[in-house]
């Protein structure tokens, strides 16, 4: 399975960057997941959890207050006002 950059930052900074296999979250329109070569575009995001499998196949789960996401070609990046990692 492919790779895929992603970042997730808040104003307090980065709390994610690295290479990521599959980011999944609730947009506007509802639950919806990203993997390598998605087609771009941008959503607003609702508070969710946030899973993201990283490139070693570690599963992440977090918290967002919401955001939003943009999918590019050269990367995926969820901007969030709030969001922490669960343990």
Not at 11 to 31: I, K, M, T, W
Not at 39 to 52: E, R
Not at 62 to 84: I, K, R, Y
């Amino acid at each position: 399975m492919r790779s895929f950059p992603l970042t997730v930052a808040t104003p307090d900074g980065n709390c994610f960057h690295g290479e990521a296999l599959f980011l999944s979250l609730r947009g506007v329109e509802g639950e919806l997941a990203v993997m390598a070569g998605h087609a771009p575009f941008i959503t607003s995001v609702l508070p969710c959890t946030v899973h993201v499998e990283t490139e070693e196949g570690n599963h992440k789960y977090g918290q967002t207050d919401g955001g939003l996401l943009t999918v590019a070609p050269e990367g995926v990046t969820l901007l969030s006002g709030d969001f922490s990692w669960k343990e």
